[in-house]
């Protein structure tokens, strides 16, 4: 308990109230345990101290550690691949700033800081021509890149290519760990979303969703003193059978302790003020993400204003660079205008350290389905992002890194689907490349809002981001006949994209 106080993560919010009921008259010298403990837990401090060592101690697991200190990526040749990767980043950047004439961040001019102040709930009608802007990279960039990576202890056969990743040798889980990892799927327990008007086990109930949602208010401890209500763990635990999308916004700032207090209100107004100020060559790339994405998706486009603020602000949190911590990648720096190439003249960029890049935006936009407020949006997006979106766009050999989420996919397909697998390999078609934007994007922008909340509802409920290569199999699994005929990429890509558009639209 001691190390979680020292910590920077615990706020002060929580430490200040202990420190008040430990002085308070309640808490007696004679008797200190049993007084405090007592007062800790009628006063509800004891739920939020069980929260605060929660999220400490999930915060703290995602270290990788060699001889018990902490290494960032443990494989060199990983660690090789990712700063080859980040200098490529780093130099799309520079080689479009020098095209465009413009700098990495200026300040704003006057008439250009009133009209964002004045448009901030309205971003979409903020004028900007950004013709010549493009992303600084796609997912199909970055799967070029991982499927060229070699093992230094991997020989390859005689003639053979880049087909899979079967020269990345990763530990993932066979389908019977999947199985204890899933354990009420693999029981066959109902679950919210698979079927409509699904029944309750309790006759007193008439529906699955309002069982679900009855034990949600439980869970929050909204109508009922319930022990161990507002409880994180409980939470998580509540998400394994789908969430009501009434309950789903406070259940999973709960999991994620995004909670808003008034710190967060400030900071996420500082935020604004600083994308008011300053003008980054990352705005224009994520407007024109929005752009190229929420604003031409249907289920989506209604959201493009709070997107806009949200994102803009996301690249100048410095907050974020924790991730950094036990992240593969580093962050980019860049050279103080008319300044030396000095360590003490160089900056990250952007605030963040994040580059977006085509496809980012899809990250956040699930999130408007579920709360108003942006503030709210904001840090559990951000809460989302830095404990499992980081790893989709980074070369890593964690576990619930992209690379071991596509060998894992492999894997399953090879084991599993072996016909659907030997006609992708005679007709020469990667299986990874038909299902890598849906294990990048978290399958965002691919299934409809309501079914992908209930799929990212089982990513907080078993913190595995592994659910991901398992739909994905299970999709081409049920699509299996029409694969069968396709002989080309992209007549797979028309196949399935199509199969999805139908999908959302049935689910409108």
């Not at 008439?206 to 022990?227: C, D, M, N, Q, S």
């Not at 602000?313 to 000095?342: G, W």
Request: proline content about 5%; hydrophobic content about 40%.
């Amino acid at each position: 308990m001691l190390v979680v106080f020292n910590s920077k993560y615990v706020k002060e919010a929580t430490v200040q109230p202990v420190c008040k009921v430990v002085a308070s008259p309640y808490v007696k010298k004679s008797a200190f345990k049993e007084t405090l403990l007592a007062v800790l837990k009628t006063s509800g401090l004891e739920t939020e101290l069980r929260n605060t060592v929660f999220h400490w101690m999930r915060s703290h697991n995602n270290n990788a550690n060699i001889n018990g200190y902490p290494v960032k990526e443990p494989l060199a040749y990983l660690r090789k691949a990712q700063l080859q990767w980040e200098k490529r980043i780093h130099k799309s950047l520079n080689s479009m700033c020098s095209e465009l004439g413009v700098p990495l961040a200026r300040f704003r001019l006057a008439s250009d800081k009133d009209e964002l102040s004045d448009k901030w709930t309205e971003l979409s009608t903020y004028d900007i021509d950004l013709s010549q802007y493009r992303p600084v990279y796609a997912p199909k960039d970055f799967l070029e890149v991982l499927l060229w990576l070699r093992s230094p202890n991997y020989r390859p056969m005689d003639g053979e290519g880049t087909w899979n990743f079967s020269q990345i040798p990763l530990k993932v889980k066979t389908l019977s760990e999947l199985r204890c990892l899933y354990a009420e799927v693999s029981r066959g327990e109902s679950q919210l979303g698979v079927k409509l008007n699904m029944p309750s086990v309790y006759p007193n109930i008439p529906t699955l969703e309002a069982e679900r949602t009855l034990h949600g208010e439980k869970v929050l401890g909204w109508f009922v003193a319930v022990i161990l209500s507002n409880h994180a763990p409980l939470a998580q635990e509540f998400l394994k059978r789908g969430c009501p999308r009434c309950l789903r916004g406070k259940i999973w700032s709960q999991v994620l302790g995004s909670q808003i207090r008034q710190a967060n209100i400030q900071h996420f107004g500082e935020l604004k003020n600083l994308v008011i100020q300053y003008d980054l060559l990352v705005d224009k790339l994520i407007v024109k993400d929005v752009q190229l994405t929420a604003s031409n998706d249907d289920q989506y486009f209604v959201f493009e204003d709070i997107l806009y603020q949200v994102m803009l602000c996301f690249s100048r949190d410095t907050e974020i660079l924790s991730v950094f911590n036990h992240s593969a990648s580093n962050p980019v720096h860049a050279i103080l205008k008319n300044k030396s190439a000095i360590v003490e003249n160089t900056v990250i960029f952007p605030p963040s350290g994040i580059i977006p890049f085509h496809g980012f935006t899809m990250y956040a936009m699930p999130f408007c389905y579920m709360y108003e407020n942006p503030i709210a949006l904001y840090y559990t997006f951000r809460a989302f992002y830095l404990r499992y979106w980081f790893r989709l766009h980074e070369v890593s050999s964690h576990e619930q890194g992209i690379l071991s989420l596509c060998l894992l996919f492999e894997r399953l397909l090879q084991r599993y689907e072996p016909e659907l697998w030997f006609r992708f390999k005679q007709v020469n078609i990667q299986p990874v490349r038909v299902v890598f934007k849906w294990l990048m994007r978290g399958f965002s922008g691919h299934l409809p809002p309501e079914q992908l909340l209930y799929l990212w509802d089982m990513i907080l409920a078993y913190d595995s981001l592994e659910v991901l290569p398992i739909l994905a199999l299970a999709i081409l699994s049920f699509r299996r006949d029409n694969l069968l005929q396709v002989e080309t990429l992209q007549n797979v890509e028309v196949s399935e994209t199509s199969y999805l558009l139908i999908t959302r639209k049935t689910q409108k």
